[in-house]
């Protein structure tokens, strides 16, 4: 396993448990010649390309195209000479194997723990001319069917270059049809499943709004037709970045699919001085011959263990009361308190306050910036608050927002160039707030000065790490003329620095990110904060499919899902608290409504839900997950959690509407060992594994719309 180099052939085979991945030269090009199931490294190796006489550029399999010298289709890069010309040719120099797996400077990244867990090729390329060289990394994971990729550029020569584009991968995967699936969507709308078939052009997702964005997450993957959650090969493409990017699958005519991904383009350049290199941001691939759901566990296992960092990364998480929809602006520290006191009674961990606790911030419209308590809200000022709620038995927790500056805060009126913009130009607002220019080394100190006063002297438990708006005009003030199109990388660069340093200062702390809600759900943000607010829609109809899209990449650990108030806020349902807390659950709990206002039954049963869910949130966060049937395929959803030993396991199901005179109904269930037999823990019931998964459990036919279940299931020792 790991890495084998066949000199002779020019051949490098990249091989996991159940993976194999080939790149050999041909004409000096590393062409692209296998990715899939594992095969043997002996006797396979002969005749791998396979260009069928056609060894032309632009029919070549390529691991790293560029533009200008015959292959026609998408190029992964390409950088401009100071004669200003455009035409690079990039040729195989030399290679290296590394083990482990090397850490990328400034940038987040999954991680080993000890060196055998990878290896890392080291594919050297060079263009001569412009005395450029290209470094492709790719780290195989032995355990899991994993590649990261990943490209650094070095200006070996004397003058100038400047990088036009700089993506962190291509794979042309050979002919045969494949759908594209990725998950699209808006804000409150986040995760939407969408899967179509690729024909011959290009098909692409991405962002431009200097977020990853709640439109497009930065993942997609190719699967054969046919591949559902069980079975089929399935290829995916997962973006450790947060800012904008792109990736486009595109067939060529002869049916050929180079799939590309990396930096968005758009706007984006990077001078590269002599002697200067540049990093692209990480891509992490996942391979399944078992279908969608074994990719996804991949993901979950790789991010919850490998990327996630900090103390809470195995840690169970606390449950959560969020003033948020409970109060909006409007509150005082005797309100806060009366919720936290409800929530201390009902079993809560956390309380946090949300949006509106500095300046004079009585509505979006002001303040952001002055990172000050407002003495009229709170006259105790955090502290009084926290040690209020500390006293009740709960954690407190904070939000803020320090990407962002109003133009009506002191911040602004002092500095007015703080902010991203272009001279002369107008300055667009959003939400009434422009963003900070994190590319300024100056900009960033103060907010981590200012954030860093109130974490070290509040007794603060949780942040929740808030962004609400895209970029625009996006220059800055302090760069240079031919540097200005590096400004929105540059920007999350620097948030990047200013998170390693807040999270390194503060490693008690449990970070939540935000980005009015899943406008920012990517690897790169999950490496810092290991959870993240999956959406501004709290409906539990709504957050199936949110959830259930959302986690075809992300661990359930990340996900963060309250149960809110009803009529909903968003979309005004009226859904029973039993269902919202069955879908809430199989998140990262909490709750976000004003619990003060329940009838004591209903306290009665969020207290049971509290109970409960500290039995189970091991499970869920730390279990495998099986999606057993699909919100975007009909009126019913079910997912269930399976500990690693198999030993446990919990399914919850859901049925929006009611069915009138229904036909006896069975869940198949998964992952089960199909040699144990379960005790159903309602009902005593003792069924075999093999069962569970063939026949299934009986489901409920209750009279009524919004019914969900949740089965625990215990193997029986023998
Ligand atoms: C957007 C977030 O997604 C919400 O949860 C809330 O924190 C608001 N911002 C506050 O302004």
Redesign the pocket.
């Known amino acids: 396993m790991g890495i084998s180099v066949h000199e002779d052939k020019g051949l490098f085979h990249l091989q996991s448990t159940g993976m194999s991945y080939m790149i050999q030269l041909f004409n000096d090009y590393p062409v692209h010649v296998y990715w899939g199931k594992k095969l043997r490294d002996d006797g396979n190796l002969e005749g791998m390309l396979n260009v069928g006489g056609n060894t032309g550029i632009d029919r070549l399999p390529q691991e790293y195209p560029q533009y200008g010298s015959g292959d026609f289709r998408n190029p992964a890069y390409q950088a401009r000479l100071e004669d200003g010309t455009r035409v690079t040719e990039l040729r195989y120099s030399s290679y290296r194997v590394l083990k482990g797996k090397p850490v990328l400077e400034g940038l987040p990244s999954v991680y080993v723990e000890s060196e055998d867990e990878a290896e890392t090729l080291e594919l050297i390329l060079k263009d001569d001319y412009a005395k450029l060289t290209v470094i492709l990394r790719y780290t195989i994971y032995e355990g899991m069917d994993v590649i990261a990729r990943s490209v650094q550029f070095l200006n070996e020569g004397e003058s100038k270059l400047q990088l036009l584009r700089a993506l962190s991968a291509s794979v042309d995967l050979s002919a045969g049809e494949l759908d594209m699936i990725y998950l699209a969507g808006a804000w409150a709308r986040e995760g939407n499943l969408t899967r179509r078939r690729l024909v011959q052009g290009g098909t692409n997702i991405g962002s431009r709004r200097g977020m990853s964005g709640h439109q497009f997450n930065p993942f997609t993957a190719l699967a054969k037709p046919g591949t559902d959650e069980n079975q089929g090969e399935v290829f995916g493409f997962s973006l450790v970045y947060s800012g904008s990017f792109e990736a486009e699958a595109e067939v060529d005519s002869f049916g050929s699919t180079r799939f590309s991904i990396g930096l968005n383009s758009l706007d984006f350049t990077w001078q590269l001085e002599p002697g200067e290199s540049f990093q692209t941001p990480e891509v992490i691939m996942v391979y399944s011959a078992q279908g969608i759901g074994e990719m996804s566990r991949v993901y979950h296992r790789l991010y919850r263990t490998r990327l996630c960092r900090g103390q809470y990364r195995d840690k169970e998480r606390p449950i959560l009361v969020n003033n948020?929809e409970a109060t909006y602006f409007d509150f005082n520290t005797d309100k806060l308190e009366s919720i936290a006191a409800e929530a201390a009674k009902l079993g809560i961990e956390l309380f946090v306050l949300?949006?509106g606790w500095f300046g004079k911030r009585d509505a979006?419209n002001s303040s952001l910036g002055d990172w000050v308590e407002d003495l009229r809200k709170l006259p105790g000022g955090l502290n009084d608050l926290a040690k209020r709620v500390n006293g009740l038995g709960l954690q407190f927790g904070l939000?803020v927002e320090p990407e962002m500056i109003s133009p009506d805060s002191d911040l602004y009126r002092q500095h007015p160039d703080w902010c991203l913009h272009v001279p002369g130009r107008r300055r667009s607002e959003i939400r009434w707030q422009l963003v900070l220019d994190y590319s300024r080394a100056d900009v960033r100190e103060y907010i981590y000065e200012s954030l860093s006063r109130i974490f070290s002297t509040i007794p603060i438990a949780y942040i929740?790490w808030?962004m609400?708006r895209c970029l625009t005009e996006v220059g800055s003030a302090q760069m240079a003329p031919e540097r200005q199109g590096e400004i929105g990388h540059r920007y999350v660069l620097g948030l990047y620095e200013l998170l390693e340093k807040l999270t390194v200062r503060f490693p008690k702390i449990l970070f939540e990110s935000?980005c009015?809600?899943g406008g920012r759900f990517d690897p790169g943000m999950l490496y810092y904060m290991p959870q993240t607010?999956t959406s501004?829609d709290t409906d539990a109809v709504e957050r199936l499919k949110i959830q259930y899209g959302t986690s075809l990449v992300y661990p359930v650990s990340a996900m963060g899902a309250h149960v809110s108030a009803v009529p909903n806020h968003q979309v005004g349902r009226i859904t029973p608290l039993s269902f919202r807390g069955d879908v809430a659950m199989s998140g990262n709990f909490g709750y976000e409504l004003d619990l003060t206002k329940f009838t004591p039954e209903e306290k009665e049963l969020v207290k049971e839900q509290v109970a409960n869910y500290k039995g189970i949130r091991s499970l869920v966060q730390q279990g495998n997950l099986y999606r057993l049937q699909s919100p975007f395929e009909g009126n019913e959803t079910a997912w269930m959690f399976v500990s690693d030993d198999q030993s446990e396991a919990l399914v919850y199901y859901f049925r929006v509407m009611a069915i009138p005179n229904p036909p006896p109904r069975s869940l198949k269930l998964n992952g089960l060992n199909p040699s144990l037999n379960y005790r159903l823990e309602a009902s005593e019931e003792v069924f075999g594994g093999d069962r569970l998964m063939q026949v299934g459990i009986s489901l409920p036919n209750e009279q009524r719309d919004y019914v969900s279940g949740c089965y625990k299931l215990v193997a029986v020792k023998e």
Do not use: A, I, L, V
């Open positions: 948020w949300d949006d979006d939000w929740k808030d609400n935000c009015s809600g607010w501004d």
